[in-house]
């Protein structure tokens, strides 16, 4: 897996019906936080046949302009796109899995998920109040911990990103002072008064991370497993702490309401539940309703229904939350009323 997460384009078999499509070749781009499953799903599908996929994890942002731009088969992004947005580029979204966001640190002598920190603790670091690591607010939550008098290296997203969005939708819900400061959005205005330092993709914050004494990061959990970083407990909606773990994730996933989501647009954050881990986060799928070339989107659309009926394992392995049997069926519904040929019929039967 580690050489998978260092790749930025992979190459995958997707299921024909009933024979290999060798030269078939399926181009996608987006979000690096599915990447992991992805990647997975594609070395399954390369044992069983032989049309390719080409998946370029270049950041939500560049997902979503390279879908706009017709320059790809589908588009991937954390950031979901209101239904405004989607009427308007003629385009259709559903969520393909849902994963985690966590904290991520770098401080000698503390071992993963000994570290707690709460939401608003977690944005005063970003935004610069809370600058060292024995800070009164971090000690006050962890009584016993030893922590060092040096300072805390913000790690965040350089490029546009869905994990960006999603982490400064969760700091908005929990901390006035970021929502009124830095707002909610796929690249924002990082505060100066932190130390910051900016890495591309969730493997360049995790390698920013690991190399960078006293730094603190977000990524995907899968990257936080792959690069071995040491996570943090986080305090939820309810007020406990919670780990990072399977358990947790679904506790969050379990309260969302898709069949009210218009587009599937929904955010995951801050979730009620005594278990519910805090960040968690849904990643979409983009594709054009009028398709031109009705083949590829067929293998589109083959290539993630496969994901859902058979993916499951392979994405609970890495600690992402597969989605639930009754908003697969809304999907696949939407997929055969919306998603047509230029002549105006259904692709997916």
């Known amino acids: 897996m580690n050489k998978l997460l260092k790749g930025v384009v992979l190459s995958c078999a997707v299921m024909g019906s009933g024979s290999v499509l060798a030269d078939t070749v399926i181009n996608g781009a987006g979000a ?15 044992k069983e046949t032989g049309v390719k996929l080409n998946y370029q994890a270049i950041g939500s942002g560049g997902g979503i302009k390279q879908i706009i731009a017709n320059t790809v088969d589908f588009g991937a ?13 003629g385009l ?19 071992k993963p998920g000994e570290l707690k920190l709460s939401g608003t603790v977690l944005a005063d670091i970003y935004l610069g109040k809370v600058k060292y690591w024995d800070d009164a607010a971090i000690a006050g939550l962890n009584p016993g911990v030893k922590l060092p008098h040096s300072p805390i290296y913000a790690v965040h997203r350089s490029d546009g990103s869905g994990t960006t969005y999603n982490f400064t939708d969760y700091l908005a819900r929990v901390s006035s002072d970021w929502q009124g400061q830095v707002g909610v959005g796929k690249e924002v205005a990082w505060p100066k008064d932190a130390h910051q330092l900016g890495g591309k993709g969730n493997a360049g914050v995790a390698n ?22 040491t996570y943090t407990q986080m305090q939820n909606k309810s007020g406990a702490f919670v780990a990072p773990t399977m358990a947790a994730f679904q506790a969050a996933a379990a309260n969302a309401d898709w ?7 929904l955010m ?41 009926a058979k993916g499951d394992n392979l994405a609970a392995e890495l600690e992402y ?3 639930p049997d009754n ?23």
Do not use: C
């Open 32 to 46: 690096t936080f599915p990447y992991p499953v992805y990647a997975k799903w594609a070395e399954q599908y390369n």
């Open 77 to 89: 992004s954390d950031a979901p796109l209101d239904k405004a947005q989607l009427d308007k580029e």
């Open 92 to 110: 259709v979204q559903f969520p393909a899995v849902m994963g985690s966001i966590v904290a991520v640190i770098n401080v000698p002598g503390i």
């Open 208 to 229: 920013f991370v690991k190399r960078t004494k006293g730094a603190i990061g977000y990524v995907e959990f899968a990257y936080a497993k792959s690069s071995n970083l």
């Open 259 to 265: 069949a009210n989501a218009p587009g599937f647009k």
């Open 268 to 308: 995951l954050n801050d979730q009620p539940g005594a278990t519910s881990w805090p960040m968690t986060a849904a990643t979409f799928i983009l594709m054009h309703k009028d398709q031109a070339n009705v083949d590829t989107a067929k293998e589109v659309l083959k290539f993630f229904e496969w994901g859902y």
């Open 321 to 323: 939350v597969p989605m």
């Open 327 to 349: 908003v697969v069926k809304m999907v696949e519904t939407m997929w055969h009323s919306d998603i047509k040929s230029s002549q105006g019929q259904a692709i997916y039967q």
